[in-house]
DNA sequence: GGCGTCATCGCAAACGTTTACGAAGGCTTG
DNA sequence: CAAGCCTTCGTAAACGTTTGCGATGACGCC
């Protein structure tokens, strides 16, 4: 409601004034500042956003692109919640707000971003569920728009990253399992070319080869990374019979324990699991899978911190490149036992 | 990058007519119509956001208030996820924006609210995990912009809601264990006020009332809604010995399940389940219990039409105030059985 | 006392768009 | 043919904010 000039003509000053003070701009009496602050409250001044916007030519917002429809739903949904809100959280400590911008899988993602970023909406984008091919990514280092994925990729070109550690879970799951003396090691990989899965395969090969283990190709598995896709793994498995099977899907191993207890295999005696990420709902599963753990309120945070050093002027350039790997916890479970 | 003064200086005509031409607005001619529009595309202009929201005063940009923090979490991410996605699929089709305002629950809502109605930052305001009393509402209905929850409250004012007929999933869930010969059938409840807990509770009292069931407080329980909770909610039905319960909570069913397996009850059999809401998550339980389904995106498509409705001038007012209950179909699973 | 410096503030021009208003010209109609 | 209307378009003023520039004193110093 309250107008700049409302209060400047509340306090009898000029519109400038007001706005240096509320702004923190150097040149204004403390006295003055006091008097602005103090009446800003009163009337519950708050500036416009577009307003601002238009004459910085900045919208102080982030975009944080989600990608709907088909194939989004790796991550269950509770991930995405608690990393917007610690990322939220931490913008607006900055003075920042946080837009979700869903693009749906529908949508061609170059027009989807060329719009976006023609509109001015926000000052720079976050890009999640990165390919290993990107076409987003592409599209963005073509623009002036800042940008940070959160997943690695193998797009050309220079721009900041922050992904967890799918290589390091893979190499440490296969290492748990052969510690407990196994050999035939399945893995089962999303049906996609999400970024995940190609760095979870690299870490399980790394350290098949590393424990002198021959890889068995009929032990890779592909299934869409839903409870479905785990229900028709658990047949798979049975038909193949590996002693120990690795997952990087919550979703799937939820439906892989309903598969196997159809094909009457009794997960860890049977057949010893190794899933991430560990969530409540995997918890309650029985016997309670091993899984990895990682501070996703920490992912939120780091994002904030880097797609801000990418606005920021007086960070230098090279500093604001992040590329950050995020490591996992490794949480034992009941589901790991010995081969029999 | 490119002006609407670029176009006009291209087109060698002025800038009126070509915001004129862009906007679908009369009094000009079609020939320049067409001549602009296709140098938009070909210079690649888009309207800049915060000159059109500055000049018309309205950000044609919807908020999506989501309470993060502790209670938040009585929905499962995925619900969000679905609705979100049909929503802002709804609205990029009316030329709206979406604006996910995750508003944690440590903050004040009146004061985050404030500064939001404030800055002018959206067009229109959905809240959701709407409160018996709300305070969100009671402001809202104080300030002049338009809302609407989803969810009932009863906070005083005439403003429009959508809401899931958790009465009426309650009535039907007594009356299937009814007709299976239930006497005992307890409740489970959230431990907040949530009005989801409220209505659900009517109808269940409701129900066992029509059924000339009398209804025993020790058959009542409050738990959080969470995996945790429905894992102590098995151990205090392993006491109280009911035939059947009734929950309104996805997370609390798997965590039942956990804890009614540690005591030693089989679902089905040894006591009846039926909860909702129907997800891939629950349908992967074993014996699969009996829920409610829902169509999300028809509710996505819902809050879009009628928020829509809120903000276009034509439409009268009372027919502007939406109050849409929408029901749930009931899906029979294996985990009703008859009582003992 | 004159001069330079500094702190403080007002003035006014932007930022990009929309839109009320008026002007010009073509057309119809009496 | 004049009057009036309609179509089409240009002009310019907003929308609310920020900020470069200049003005006004106050103060210190030679």
Do not use: C
């Given at each position: 409601m309250a107008d700049i000039r409302d209060l400047a003509l509340h306090l009898n000053i000029s519109t400038g004034t007001v706005s240096r003070a509320l702004n923190n701009r150097p040149g204004v009496n403390a006295a003055t500042r006091a008097r602005v602050l103090e009446a800003a409250i009163e009337l519950g001044y708050v500036a416009n956003q577009s307003g601002r916007s238009l004459r910085r030519g900045a919208t102080n917002t982030i975009g944080f692109l989600i990608?709907?429809?088909s194939a989004a739903n790796q991550e269950s949904g509770d991930f995405f919640f608690i990393l917007l809100d610690a990322l939220h959280l931490y913008l607006a400590?900055?003075?920042f707000d946080l837009m979700i911008l869903p693009c749906h899988s529908a949508d061609d993602p170059a027009e989807f971003l060329g719009r976006l970023v023609a509109r001015g909406l926000v000052?720079?984008?976050?890009?999640?569920?990165?390919?290993?091919?990107?076409?987003?990514?592409?599209?963005?280092?073509?623009?002036?728009?800042?940008?940070l994925t959160l997943g690695r990729s193998?797009?050309?070109?220079?721009?900041p990253w922050i992904d967890m550690d799918f290589d390091g879970v893979a190499r440490r799951s296969v290492a748990e399992l052969v510690a407990q003396g196994h050999r035939r090691i399945a893995l089962a990989l999303p049906d996609n070319d999400v970024m995940l899965g190609y760095h979870y395969r690299r870490g399980y090969e790394a350290a098949m080869a590393d424990a002198g283990l021959t890889l068995d190709p009929a032990l890779i598995f592909r299934?869409?990374?839903?409870?479905?896709?785990?229900?028709?793994l658990g047949r798979q498995l049975a038909q193949a019979r590996p002693s120990a099977v690795m997952l990087c899907s919550e979703a799937t191993t939820v439906g892989l324990y309903a598969g196997l207890q159809r094909e009457g295999i009794t997960p860890g005696p049977d057949l010893s699991i190794?899933?991430?990420?560990?969530?409540?709902?995997?918890?309650?599963?029985?016997?309670?899978?091993?899984?990895?753990r990682v501070d996703?309120?920490?992912?939120?945070?780091?994002?904030?911190?880097?797609?801000?050093?990418?606005l920021s002027p007086d960070t230098r350039p090279e500093a604001a490149r992040?590329?950050?790997l995020v490591p996992l916890d490794y949480l034992p479970g009941a589901s790991i036992c010995p081969p029999r």
């Open positions: 990608e709907t429809g400590g900055k003075g000052d720079a984008v976050v890009i999640t569920a990165t390919r290993r091919h990107d076409r987003r990514i592409e599209m963005l280092t073509r623009s002036t728009l800042p940008f193998e797009t050309p070109g220079a721009y299934n869409p990374t839903s409870e479905a896709g785990g229900f028709a190794v899933t991430f990420r560990e969530n409540p709902q995997l918890r309650f599963l029985s016997p309670a899978p091993a899984t990895f996703i309120s920490a992912i939120g945070r780091l994002i904030g911190e880097n797609v801000i050093a990418l992040a590329e950050i």
